[in-house]
């Protein structure tokens, strides 16, 4: 995978950036907390799936790919829908990301070009970037009160090898027609010589201290820096609030039950049945928006399973996040390559600043990100302690990037964790299953899913509405 800086994978690394030793930082075990859960409004009461039931289309999943996937379903069909949820509203990745705006793919667009031709790779950009309008319609028609901020991001790179693969990516972008991302190259750097011809006019050069003062660092190993249309938000108070929309506004079409996992999924030719609590709803169409993880069972009628191809099932990996409140401070997003090879397994890390609303008043929010693990065969626990030892590290690591002038060792005010669904292929799964047309997916999140999720439910909203689209990167196979 290619770190491209939201939401990379990889350990944090030592030695520190200033000079202080681990044990000047030592941290005990904390419990996991979310600023954007911490921020939710009370969900009521419980509501469990309690009795045999139907509807046209059954959602599986009420984090952002499942939310998108019932608006957009609900505003584009006639069709009555049921959102299933087996904990609460926006409590999966959707609560405990870093909730960046952001478009790119973690696989470079060049190498998905390479694969798919530039047109569908293009296409499937386009559709990420254009997901920056379906969240503005989303709030817009939801009239939902969640703050969205916008802002240009800024990644930092420091070799030839980063700043071509980008080059090149961009290539793409322009080839498709996209609006280009804007990258400046240090005329201070070593390599700025050996970028060929070829790429010309897709990079300006400029002195270091601009670079310096994009990426806010003092850290002149950085000599080059991408920058394009980024944000933050919360997708987890999003999602409550369209929820609590929707059921206003169709009151005869959608209904939303949680405290109910869906433990099968049978995929027949006519219908689909899916079973939670003991009961069934029965369906004509079903989406799984479970980012991925496969506590469920698909089957067809005959209980053969159903499944993607090998590089498009989901893994996943525990992402780790930890903020604090900061002197007041303009939004931002910055991202530092810190691997010599893009698609290497060491750190790279990442830093969102944003405006955080508090009960009683608003305060910056710096968020620190990095570290990615595996996640083991016991599964993931959301309310698994943050650990001690890797807060320590990210303390070394990612703070003096994110606010050089806060001493190490401070508490952080949240720290948290949340389950990444990657797949092989790098590339998100949106559409009807080819062989098994009534089972739909919006899933797959490669370390980016607010604004793909989104774009999903619209796509998927369209399948479902029976309009023929072309095909694409995303289609299931
Ligand atoms: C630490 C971290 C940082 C991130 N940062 C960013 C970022 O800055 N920008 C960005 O674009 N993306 C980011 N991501 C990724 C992004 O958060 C996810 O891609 C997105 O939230 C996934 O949404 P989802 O709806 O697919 O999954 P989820 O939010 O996990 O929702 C899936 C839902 O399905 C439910 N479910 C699962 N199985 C069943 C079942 N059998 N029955 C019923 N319900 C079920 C779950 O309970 C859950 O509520 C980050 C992720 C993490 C973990």
């Not at 005869?252 to 069934?280: I, K, L, N, S």
Request: charged share 20%; hydrophobic share 35%.
């Amino acid at each position: 995978m290619a770190p491209r800086g939201c939401c990379g994978r990889g350990m944090v690394e030592s030695p520190s950036m200033d000079g202080t030793s681990p044990q000047d930082t030592a941290y005990e075990d904390r419990p996991s907390r979310s600023p954007w859960i911490a921020q939710l409004a009370a969900d009521g009461p419980p509501r469990p799936l309690a009795e045999d039931t139907r509807a046209d289309v059954v959602i599986v999943g009420a984090g952002i790919a499942g939310v998108a996937a019932a608006f957009f379903t609900l505003r584009e069909t006639t069709a009555r829908v049921l959102l299933v949820e087996r904990d609460r509203v926006g409590r999966g990745a959707t609560g405990r990301n870093a909730g960046q705006l952001t478009t790119y793919f973690e696989r470079p667009l060049c190498d998905i070009a390479d694969e798919f031709g530039v047109e569908m790779a293009a296409a499937g950009q386009r559709g990420f970037d254009d997901a920056h309008g379906l969240l503005d319609l989303m709030v817009a028609e939801s009239e939902a009160s969640v703050r969205v901020e916008r802002f240009t991001g800024h990644m930092g790179m420091f070799n030839l090898h980063h700043v071509l693969v980008h080059l090149r990516s961009n290539l793409v972008r322009r080839q498709g027609g996209l609006r280009l991302e804007t990258c400046l190259v240090s005329d201070e750097a070593a390599f700025a010589s050996a970028i060929p011809a070829e790429l010309d006019g897709l990079y300006t050069l400029v002195p270091q201290a601009r670079i310096r003062e994009l990426l806010e660092t003092r850290d002149d190993r950085y000599s080059a820096v991408l920058s394009d249309r980024k944000g933050c938000a919360n997708s987890g108070l999003l999602v409550q609030q369209v929820l609590a929309n929707l059921e206003q506004r169709y009151p005869e079409r959608f209904r939303f039950v949680d405290h109910t996992p869906v433990d099968r999924v049978v995929v027949g030719e006519d219908r689909v049945v899916a079973h939670g609590r003991g009961h069934t709803v029965t369906s004509s169409q079903v989406v799984l928006c479970t980012n991925g993880f496969v506590d469920h069972l698909v089957t067809d009628r005959l209980g053969a399973p159903i499944g993607l191809a090998p590089d498009q099932q989901v893994t996943g990996r525990v992402a780790y996040m930890t903020a604090f409140v900061d002197h007041p401070r303009p939004p931002a997003a910055m991202s530092y390559i810190r691997n010599p090879t893009i698609g290497g397994d060491t750190a790279y890390v990442y830093v969102t600043r944003r405006t955080y609303d508090r009960p009683d008043d608003t305060v910056t929010l710096t968020c620190m990100g990095g570290p990615e693990y595996p996640f083991h065969e016991a599964g993931y626990d959301p309310d698994t302690p943050f650990p001690g030892p890797l807060l320590g590290a990210m303390d070394q690591e990612v703070r003096p990037f994110a606010q050089p002038a806060r001493p190490p060792g401070l508490p952080y005010d949240f720290q948290w964790h949340g389950l990444m669904g990657y797949n092989a292929g790098g590339v998100r799964v949106v559409g009807a299953h080819p062989r098994h047309p009534r089972l739909y997916y919006n899933l797959g999140c490669n370390g980016v899913g607010f604004l793909p999720s989104i774009y999903g439910g619209e796509r998927i909203a369209h399948l479902l509405a029976g309009e023929r689209l072309t095909p694409s990167i995303f289609d299931p196979r």
